[in-house]
């Protein structure tokens, strides 16, 4: 069965940085281009970052563009998101998935996320 497994949120001052990893079984991890997802209370779910399976290439939200930097380790089935510079709009529950055409592909899927909260 697939299983997303999201880590490494939790409370930090505005400023502050945070490493945020994904743990992924149950795809073909290294064939996907992965992403990142957010979702604050009362919002939609957002794009952050995405990066293709080589690694290659990366694509990120403008709102967090020169802050986080996304990357990937294929042989561990881990997707990480290093997030520098936090600021309080960045808090919100944090995803991964794939990402196929632009979208998360496995809708069914969606693991816990796990909270950053950034405090001004």
């Known amino acids: 069965q697939v299983q997303l497994v999201e880590s490494g949120g939790g409370l930090v001052q505005a400023g502050g940085s945070l490493r945020l990893s994904c743990a992924a079984s149950?795809?073909?991890?290294?064939?996907?281009?992965m992403g990142w997802f957010r979702q604050a209370p009362g919002k939609e779910r957002e794009f952050v970052a995405r990066?293709?399976?080589?690694?290659?290439?990366?694509n990120y939200a403008d709102s967090v563009k020169g802050r986080f930097t996304i990357s990937r380790d294929n042989a561990k089935n881990t997707l990480y998101l290093q997030m520098n510079s936090l600021k309080p709009e960045d808090t919100a529950v944090y995803y991964c998935?794939?990402?196929?055409?632009?979208?998360?592909?496995?809708?069914?899927?969606w693991g816990q996320g796990t909270q950053v909260t950034v405090s001004s």
């Open positions: 149950g795809i073909r991890f290294s064939s996907y281009t």
């Open positions: 998935n794939q990402v196929v055409n632009g979208a998360p592909a496995l809708n069914d899927y």
């Open positions: 990066i293709s399976w080589s690694g290659l290439t990366t």
